[in-house]
């Protein structure tokens, strides 16, 4: 169980040099993890919570590309699910979601974020405790950023208004994305009924 | 086995252990250099109970008071996929199916396996209050669980049925998994059993894990365990309620343990007029089975 408490860079576990290997075929779609893409695909990054249930959340949006589970957003270099677990990394559980600018756009993307958890829980998601469940935005570029932060000032209000506290989602600059082991990618589709810990507020975006 | 079963290939332990971390300090190797645990050991078994709940049947917070039945899932999971087999074949339907699980224990398993593989919505009844209370945390901490599954308190333990089924519901099968024993000594020697012949089993192995703990890992409770009269009269006892409730029950069920069993409850079966089956199940060495009564035609 991961500590509730942020450490610092002096704190985290010091990883590893080499990559997670990795099969580069999503489980659904068979298309690369890793790419390379077609030109029309764009990267967003997400945490929502356990990564299980976002990647499928997200996989089954129209005009995704490509899906994978991973850890973004803290210390350690090439952790592994186990140290991550631990809170000692700073990474959160995250989903990199990669989709086709021609059929979709990052506003729905951010409207499907918003509506299926929680993201005022601060370093938890429902009963996963830990900073690794926190719920966060990593941005790619000015855009996605500027998009991110007007849609969190939209959702806010509506949040209060149903009684809940404020937005406790991290919004910041996508740093190195790292691949999840093999088991935990496209989890839900090779074990449709394990762990699905999503639930949103039930508070509508628009 | 039953073919559906999500175990049939035993367990991964490299699989389970990169979901659940905590499991990796109660991984030992056999002598065949398999990888496996000390089923002796009550808090290893209960560790892999908690990942295959969290990998498989979506329950990320199943936990169960010392001394609490810790049920073994694969077991378990059988009985649910050859009742939802034999649903099919006899009473298939387009909507959801409701199931009461009778005794359902502070561990909920049944209603856990079968709301997972069979989409089922469950009631859970007991009669103990600690497992009540425990099932109500394990609902409580697991929303979508929650939304499929119900806890009832059976308040009177001379009744399976009353007080639980209420006027209008409505359930395609009872399922259980009646007390086995009759006495308590009568449990604790079974458990003995067991122990011996699992320790047997663990001094060949090297074993991390130093415990001191006395009992079976899945021994359980006095109530999951025995009842006066054991199986035959809990089983019978049900069988002879059961009437009042044929108009709104499917098919009752219920594991019968001891092959000597079976004749005896089908005769019960049989003057409380009704109609029965018995549906067979295969575990390893293991032969079990499940007798079916049902008050209402049922197709062929």
Known sequence: MGSTNMITREQALPGRAEKMPILNKHAVFGRNLDGPWPSHAKKAFFGM??????????????????????????FTPNPTYEEVCTGNTGHAEVVMVVYNQEMTDYWTLLECFWENHDPTQGMRQGNDMGTQYRSAIYWVDDMQKMLAE????????????????????????????????????????????????????????V | ?????????????????????????????????RKTIDFSNSESVKCLNQALLKAYYGVAFWDIPQGCLCPPVPGRADYVLALNEYLDTHAPTDV?????????????????????????????????????????????????????????????????????????????????NPPFHSSAEDALQGSERKRNNLKRQVQKRHSKVVHKDDRLNFSGRGNELWCEGGELAFVGAMIKESRQFAEQVGIFTSLISQKEHVAPLIKQVKAAKAA????????????????VWYFNKVSA
Request: proline residues 4%; charged residues 20%.
């Open chain 2, 1 to 33: 086995m039953h073919p559906k079963n999500p175990h049939i290939e035993g367990y991964d332990f490299d699989h389970l252990v990169s979901i659940m971390p905590n499991l990796e300090a109660h991984v030992v190797v056999n002598p065949k250099g």
């Open chain 1, 49 to 74: 919570g356990c990564f299980w249930g976002v990647e499928r959340l997200f996989w089954n949006q129209p005009g995704v590309y490509v899906t994978a589970a991973g850890y973004m957003g803290g």
């Open chain 2, 276 to 291: 029965y089956d018995i549906v067979d199940m295969a575990q390893g060495q293991k032969q079990s089975r499940f007798l």
């Open chain 2, 96 to 176: 959801g199916r409701r199931v009461l699980d009778l005794g359902t224990g502070a561990n909920i398993i049944y209603p856990i396996i079968g709301s997972a593989l069979c989409h089922w919505h469950c009631v859970g009844s007991d009669i103990d209050e600690l497992s009540v209370a425990n099932a109500q945390a394990i609902l409580k901490s697991n929303g979508a669980l929650s939304k499929r599954v119900r806890v009832v308190k059976q308040t009177n333990r001379k009744r399976y049925f009353q007080g639980v089924i209420q006027k209008d519901d409505w359930f395609d099968a009872v399922m259980c």
């Open chain 1, 150 to 205: 007007k849609s969190l000032g939209l959702y806010q209000p509506n949040l209060a208004k149903a009684g809940f506290e404020n937005i406790t989602t991290e919004i910041a600059k996508a740093r190195e994305f790292y691949f999840a082991e093999d088991n935990h990618q496209q989890y839900l589709h090779k074990n449709p009924n394990g762990y699905c810990g999503l639930a949103g507020t039930c508070v509508p975006f």
